[in-house]
Nanobody, 120 residues
Framework: VQLQASGGGLVQAGGSLTLSCAASGRTFSSYAMGWFRQAPGKEREFVAA???????HYADTVRGRFTISRDNAKNTVSLQMDSLKPEDTAIYYCAAAMISVFPPKDYDYWGQGTLVTVSS
């Protein structure tokens, strides 16, 4: 599975942005999908995940502000980000996991990142 993330950019605090991740391959619907982020000087952290059956799981820091969704017909997973804060500034990565446990502890495939910058 190859993953291609897009949609990053510069946005003012309080604004919204939608990230998208396009996946190659015919087994996309079999994977749990996740979004992670890494801020400058910090470790990568979990943001959100969605199971094969569209069960969702969020980090406490984004719950209520971010929404993860998937479109199996288009092989895409999206992250709608609302009420953005400067601390949301990071490189965002999408990932895929072929597992039977949700949320996944490990991911099998990673895409390249897309930069989100939130100005105050």
């Amino acid at each position: 599975v190859q993953l291609q993330a897009s949609g990053g950019g510069l946005v003012q605090a309080g604004g919204s942005l939608t990230l998208s991740c396009a996946a190659s391959g015919r087994t996309f619907s079999s994977y749990a999908m996740g979004w992670f982020r890494q801020a400058p000087g910090k470790e990568r952290e979990f943001v959100a995940a969605i199971s094969r059956y569209s069960t969702r799981h969020y980090a406490d820091t984004v719950r209520g502000r971010f929404t993860i969704s998937r479109d199996n017909a288009k092989n895409t997973v999206s992250l709608q980000m609302d009420s953005l804060k400067p601390e949301d500034t990071a490189i965002y990565y999408c990932a895929a996991a072929m597992i039977s446990v949700f949320p996944p502890k490990d991911y099998d495939y990673w895409g390249q990142g897309t930069l989100v910058t939130v100005s105050s």
